[in-house]
């Protein structure tokens, strides 16, 4: 997962040093255990590289700027750059730093210590991301405001170390000294500056479910898989190592891209595996399992070696994803029209001007429902849209039910945060922790057709997230048990597939909320002495096993102006199917927006 964010030095910075903004990433790590740490791949457990800032190993590259959106393709690389997660000699973050020639480093202790950008276990092969969108509404970014320098810096983050929320909270410590006293000193002295040691809270520590209290969710969920809901759903395409070459024309690229054949689903079925029927399958059978005659003495005696992981004294633990270092080499790359026969996660930047995000707030109170829920309705029509061109569709209706999720914090449940008891979200110090205290809401069948009321599905889909809280810490529950067990765990991963787990859902919405600045904003006087913010994006991977959605939004919206950065996987969707995704959100967004009352999901898709 990945944070962009450019900043311009104000006339209180009359010159720009460049060993300050590598200085302050230092002074940002020392103050999140995590970052400052490496992982034992054996144990799990984060341990602290040193006690002083100075003597941190920081992973930093510079990259010139050739012309103003350089920043994008940066971007798509650090995305599809794996972590060595084995090489306990590096953090498992880093960051980029972009500027013009003139203030690049040309020599001295800065430019000796930056690292190259080198991939675990995959070829560092990038795919050309060409603009075949134009300057649309939601494209244009924030414009390059003329006459002071300006750099982009980029911070990567393996997502074992903490969720989207901590990736932003890692921003806000840079920013909170990017400011004319930092980067107008001559030394910082980091070497009077100490690395924290006190790791985070692990929400697995405010739990301790019991067998008898997890079983119900657990039969519960094997249940609603067994005897829910089900219907056809939209999918990712085949790869084309799996399809005959010859169904496979290769279209040309010249303005708007013409479509190339569909090929057939990636799974024979098109009834797509569920969360419900996988996960909970596993977890049935193997709590049953472990509850046998005889096995429980060595459950118990194996879950108090595990439970290690998660006692008070090794707070600092991890746990790797399973998947994280074994992604495919990537192959030369192939036309865009064509999906790659291995993974790559392209990216489309879009952006919310406070004027229209502030309308469509406005648009959105009188029908009951919020932003967040919107962008999911928008979202899921935008993919109507995106397969109606499908040549299959041609012949049949397209699906009927899509599935969604959103991601959502559990940070109120920590120990420093204040919100239950409101406490102002910027200053909560809850928010301001680098970890994994994220959550999610789903929903694997919402009907959603051209005659459904727009409005009334915003209403359904904020109704799941206001209403499905008390589930999400009731699952979270099941798995802390389970991973608490390591009989139990091993058998769920053994069981579980996650490829068949990937992309069942048309969309994953990773919102982070709505917040002032946390810089100066773009429009700030001279006698605010920090750095201008003025743009600012991020997003997952979306190119590993376990990835929900067929697209991947991630919004962040500061001081009202609202970034939107869709993920997806080259090897599941076509280009020209993002191409027409991006357009259908952005116009179900503005004619949400401009609706005067009613308004069907064929008013708000067709482009």
């Known amino acids: 997962m990945g944070i ?3 900043l311009r030095l104000p006339e209180s910075v009359p010159v720009f040093k460049v060993g300050r903004v590598v200085d302050l990433l230092r002074l940002a790590q020392a103050r999140h255990y995590r970052l400052a740490s490496y992982i034992d ?122 969720d989207g929320l901590s990736m932003f909270a890692y921003a806000r410590t840079y920013l909170e000294k990017a400011d004319a006293e930092h980067m107008n ?26 067998f008898f209290e997890i079983l ?20 990712g395409h085949k790869t084309d190592s799996d399809e005959p070459k010859a169904e ?55 879950h108090s070696t595990f439970a290690g992981r998660s006692d008070p004294k090794n707070n600092g633990s991890v746990q790797l994803h399973p998947t994280a270092s074994s992604m495919p080499a990537l192959d030369v790359v192939v036309n865009p029209e064509r999906p790659l026969k291995t993974a790559y996660t392209r990216v489309r930047f879009l952006w919310f001007p406070e004027e229209f995000v502030t309308a469509l707030r406005k648009r959105s109170k ?3 429902t919020t932003i967040a829920a919107v962008l999911v309705v928008a979202a899921l029509a935008a993919v109507r849209t995106s ?22 914090s559990l940070r109120h449940m920590l120990p420093q945060s204040k919100l239950l008891e409101g406490g102002e979200k910027q200053a909560d110090e809850g928010l301001k922790m680098f970890g994994g205290y994220a959550g999610s809401v789903t929903n694997s069948s919402l009907k959603l057709i051209d005659t459904s009321d727009a409005w009334e599905r915003c209403r359904s889909v904020r109704k799941s997230i206001a209403t499905v809280f008390r589930a999400a810490i009731t699952r979270m529950k099941l798995m802390n048990y389970c991973y608490r067990h390591p009989k139990l765990w091993a058998m769920i991963e053994k069981r579980t597939d996650l490829s068949k787990l990937s992309r069942s859902y048309s969309v994953e919405v990773a919102n982070l909320g709505a917040w002032d600045y946390p810089a100066a904003p773009p429009n ?45 996987d080259m090897a599941s969707v076509h280009e020209s199917d993002a191409d027409s995704f991006e357009k259908a959100l952005c116009t179900a967004l503005k004619r949400m927006k401009e609706s005067k009352g009613k308004i069907t999901v064929a008013d708000i898709r067709k482009v």
């Not at 479509?259 to 977890?283: H, K, T």
């Not at 397969?387 to 959502?408: C, I, M, R, S």
Request: charged share 25%; with cysteine.
């Open 524 to 568: 700030a006087g001279p006698e605010d002495l920090r750095l201008r913010l003025d743009n600012f994006g991020g997003v997952v991977n979306s190119s590993f096993d376990g990835v929900r959605g067929l697209f991947t939004l991630g919004v962040i919206t500061l001081g009202g102006n609202m970034s939107v950065a869709v993920g997806y």
């Open 248 to 302: 496979r024309p290769t279209a040309v690229v010249a303005g708007a891209p013409k479509r190339a054949p569909s090929p057939s689903p990636s799974r024979n079925s098109e009834q797509v595996a569920s969360e419900d029927s996988l996960v909970a399958s596993a977890i049935v059978h193997a709590i049953q399992s472990t509850h046998r005659a005889g096995d429980d003495a060595d459950a118990k005696s194996m």
């Open 185 to 210: 000193s001559d030394d910082l002295h980091l070497e009077n500056v100490p690395v924290t040691n006190e790791p985070p809270p692990i929400l697995d520590n405010l739990f301790e479910p019991n």
């Open 216 to 235: 119900p969710e657990a039969t519960g969920t094997l249940f609603r898989a067994a005897f829910g809901k089900k219907g056809k759903r939209f999918k």
């Open 41 to 162: 791949p054996e144990t799990m457990i984060a341990h602290r590289f040193c006690e002083k800032a100075k003597d941190l190993p920081c992973s930093y590259r510079f990259v010139k700027r050739e012309k103003e959106d350089t920043w994008k393709s940066v971007y798509e690389q650090e995305l599809n750059t794996n972590f060595d997660v084995l090489n306990t000699s590096k953090p498992l973050w880093r960051s980029v730093i972009i500027l013009p020639d003139e203030l690049m480093p040309k020599d001295g202790p800065v430019l000796a210590g930056a690292t190259e950008l080198v991939a675990a276990n995959v070829s560092p092969t990038f795919v050309p991301n060409p603009d075949t969108t134009g300057d649309m509404f939601g494209r244009v970014s924030p414009a390059i405001v003329e006459g002071r320098p300006y750099f982009e810096i980029m911070f990567t983050f393996h997502h074992c170390l903490g």
């Open 366 to 368: 009188p029908e009951g």
């Open 387 to 408: 397969f109606e061109a499908d040549p299959k569709y041609k012949t049949k209706p397209l699906p009927t039910h899509q599935g969604w999720v959103v991601t959502n």
């Open 4 to 6: 962009l964010i450019r």
